[in-house]
């Protein structure tokens, strides 16, 4: 039994063994596309929003935070990267874990990636609702009635997260090259209103606003950072495309850590220029801080509409990709039996999963509808760390168990880069609540169940 739950699959038979009932997904996404899917996952609330609560932590420090946190994300990204471009099929670190760790612990990171992804996408649908109010009273001074536009305590259904899931729910199943291109435009966009924001800021930094830099010391840089890290979340999301990108070896890791470091670029600069006009009291006072910090810094009060809109769009992308991450994943899961094969049936035109896909949206669509979020949301960060962990112990397996294996991609300085991954994850998980890790533990102990009633017997490793 000991033999059978950490049996690993080899990588040949990962990348030979790719079709379902003949059908196979399509090879469709270059390599703009797809760093474009990383940057679509990544720049969301993080940077509109958790700003403000990493200002208050750190003061202007949080510019520092923002650094902090982008480097714990590269060393993991590097791993990634190795691993994407040796194995270039879909499911991320559910797949690599498959072949370095075995089918137990495998089965384990895929279970906490499909529920952190589909609570995300939840969570983050239901903050679009509030955007869409927030652009329409910046823009024409309305806004919907709270019965329809927010979840229960506040409201009753919160139709328009039901809406932004469902019509991203058809992009996907329609095909991943259409999603891939609606993604680019609404990437393009987001980075415009960025640059604008920093173009404005640089007319009016005030470098008072800079002083004391770090209030409260070092600790208060790396409490920031471990909330920060949420905004970065999402890099990861384009190793789930392995599978459908048109040259993998090469594109996905240009794909994963150039994402990662237009976005660390991005955030650095809208972070000076956010302290730089405003002061970090404006931020962390504001659940607008960006549109904060232009209307009492450079007192351009139109500026609302522009970064509402600009929110509402980066939003809907990292809901996109997140959504289509979680269908890649329970597809490779569903190809291994561990989950029933019968979902990852692949339509004949679109070559997408159209079955799972539906599904899932439909699920995401109702939780987030009816249940409110806000306390779940903390179990983002903790089972994406968990998952980068296990990614950077991959790597080093491998080299033990595989050392001749043709690595397109090479982390550099292994061991040290993903020893310093593990550590950063490990450090900045430690800094989350007892009650996050209480959560967590329940989610896993679920997952352990149901792969004893189900996966334990249908894995089609055995068979
Ligand atoms: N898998 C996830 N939990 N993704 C959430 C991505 C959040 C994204 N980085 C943001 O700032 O909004």
Not at 347 to 371: D, E, K, N, Q
């Given at each position: 039994?000991?033999?059978?739950?950490?049996?690993?699959?080899s990588?040949?038979?990962l990348?030979?063994?790719?079709?379902?009932?003949?059908?196979?997904?399509k090879r469709?996404?270059?390599?703009?596309?797809?760093?474009?899917?990383?940057?679509?996952?990544?720049?969301?609330?993080?940077?509109?929003?958790?700003?403000?609560?990493?200002?208050?932590?750190?003061?202007?420090?949080?510019?520092?935070?923002?650094?902090?946190?982008?480097?714990?994300?590269l060393?993991?990204?590097?791993?990634?990267?190795?691993?994407?471009?040796?194995?270039?099929?879909?499911?991320?670190?559910?797949?690599?874990?498959?072949a370095?760790?075995?089918?137990?612990?495998a089965?384990?990171?895929?279970?906490?990636?499909?529920?952190?992804?589909?609570?995300?996408?939840?969570?983050?649908?239901?903050?679009?609702?509030?955007?869409?109010?927030?652009?329409?009273?910046?823009?024409?001074?309305?806004?919907?009635?709270?019965?329809?536009s927010?979840?229960?305590?506040?409201?009753?259904?919160?139709?328009p997260?039901?809406l932004?899931?469902?019509?991203?729910?058809?992009?996907?199943?329609?095909?991943?090259?259409?999603?891939?291109?609606?993604?680019?435009?609404?990437?393009?966009?987001?980075?415009?209103?960025?640059?604008?924001?920093?173009?404005?800021?640089c007319?009016a930094?005030?470098?008072?606003?800079?002083?004391?830099?770090?209030?409260?010391?070092?600790?208060?840089?790396?409490?920031?950072?471990?909330?920060?890290?949420?905004?970065?979340?999402?890099?990861?999301?384009?190793?789930?495309?392995s599978?459908?990108?048109?040259?993998p070896?090469?594109?996905?890791?240009?794909?994963?850590?150039?994402s990662?470091?237009i976005?660390?670029?991005?955030?650095?600069?809208?972070?000076?220029g956010a302290?730089?006009?405003?002061?970090?009291?404006?931020?962390?006072?504001?659940?607008?801080?960006?549109?904060?910090?232009?209307s009492?810094?450079?007192?351009?009060?139109?500026?609302?509409?522009?970064l509402?809109?600009?929110?509402?769009?980066?939003?809907?992308?990292?809901?996109?990709?997140?959504?289509?991450?979680?269908t890649?994943?329970?597809?490779?899961?569903?190809?291994?039996?561990?989950?029933?094969r019968?979902?990852?049936?692949?339509?004949?035109?679109?070559?997408?999963?159209?079955?799972?896909?539906?599904?899932?949206?439909?699920?995401?669509?109702?939780?987030?509808?009816?249940?409110?979020?806000?306390?779940?949301?903390?179990?983002?960060?903790?089972?994406?760390?968990?998952a980068?962990?296990?990614?950077?112990?991959?790597?080093?397996?491998?080299?033990r168990?595989?050392?001749?294996?043709?690595r397109?991609?090479?982390?550099?300085?292994?061991?040290?880069?993903?020893?310093?991954?593990?550590?950063?994850?490990?450090?900045?998980?430690?800094?989350l609540?007892?009650?996050t890790?209480?959560?967590?533990?329940?989610?896993?102990?679920?997952?352990?169940?149901?792969?004893?009633?189900?996966?334990?017997?249908?894995?089609?490793l055995?068979?």
């Amino acid at each position: 039994m000991r033999r059978r739950l950490f049996a690993t699959r080899s990588v040949d038979s990962l990348v030979a063994d790719t079709s379902v009932d003949g059908q196979a997904l399509k090879r469709a996404v270059g390599p703009v596309q797809l760093t474009a899917l990383g940057v679509g996952a990544v720049i969301g609330t993080g940077i509109f929003v958790v700003i403000g609560e990493g200002a208050a932590l750190a003061g202007p420090g949080v510019i520092f935070a923002f650094v902090l946190a982008g480097l714990a994300c590269l060393f993991s990204a590097l791993s990634y990267a190795e691993l994407a471009s040796s194995m270039p099929v879909s499911g991320s670190a559910y797949t690599y874990t498959y072949a370095t760790l075995g089918e137990l612990v495998a089965w384990i990171i895929g279970w906490d990636l499909i529920l952190e992804y589909g609570v995300a996408v939840a969570a983050i649908a239901v903050g679009w609702g509030g955007n869409v109010n927030a652009f329409l009273d910046a823009t024409f001074g309305v806004t919907l009635p709270a019965a329809i536009s927010q979840s229960p305590p506040d409201g009753t259904v919160n139709l328009p997260a039901v809406l932004v899931v469902l019509v991203i729910t058809a992009l996907l199943a329609l095909g991943v090259r259409e999603s891939a291109r609606v993604n680019l435009v609404m990437v393009v966009v987001k980075l415009a209103v960025l640059i604008f924001f920093i173009v404005v800021a640089c007319t009016a930094i005030r470098t008072g606003n800079f002083t004391p830099l770090l209030p409260e010391g070092g600790d208060g840089v790396v409490s920031a950072a471990a909330i920060i890290f949420f905004a970065f979340i999402g890099f990861d999301a384009v190793t789930c495309g392995s599978e459908e990108a048109r040259n993998p070896a090469k594109d996905l890791p240009i794909a994963i850590i150039g994402s990662l470091v237009i976005c660390t670029v991005f955030y650095v600069l809208v972070s000076i220029g956010a302290i730089g006009i405003a002061g970090a009291g404006t931020l962390s006072g504001s659940d607008a801080p960006l549109a904060a910090a232009l209307s009492e810094g450079a007192g351009i009060t139109w500026a609302a509409a522009i970064l509402a809109f600009g929110a509402l769009v980066a939003i809907t992308s990292v809901v996109l990709v997140i959504l289509y991450g979680q269908t890649r994943i329970f597809f490779s899961m569903c190809r291994d039996g561990l989950l029933p094969r019968r979902l990852a049936t692949l339509h004949p035109r679109f070559g997408t999963p159209v079955m799972l896909t539906v599904g899932l949206g439909l699920l995401i669509s109702v939780l987030a509808a009816l249940v409110p979020l806000s306390e779940i949301v903390r179990l983002t960060n903790i089972g994406t760390l968990f998952a980068f962990v296990l990614v950077n112990v991959g790597v080093l397996v491998l080299r033990r168990t595989r050392p001749d294996m043709p690595r397109p991609y090479r982390v550099p300085f292994s061991p040290v880069l993903p020893l310093l991954g593990i550590g950063f994850a490990i450090y900045l998980m430690a800094d989350l609540p007892a009650s996050t890790w209480l959560r967590f533990g329940l989610w896993l102990l679920a997952g352990v169940v149901i792969y004893a009633l189900y996966g334990y017997r249908h894995s089609r490793l055995r068979s």
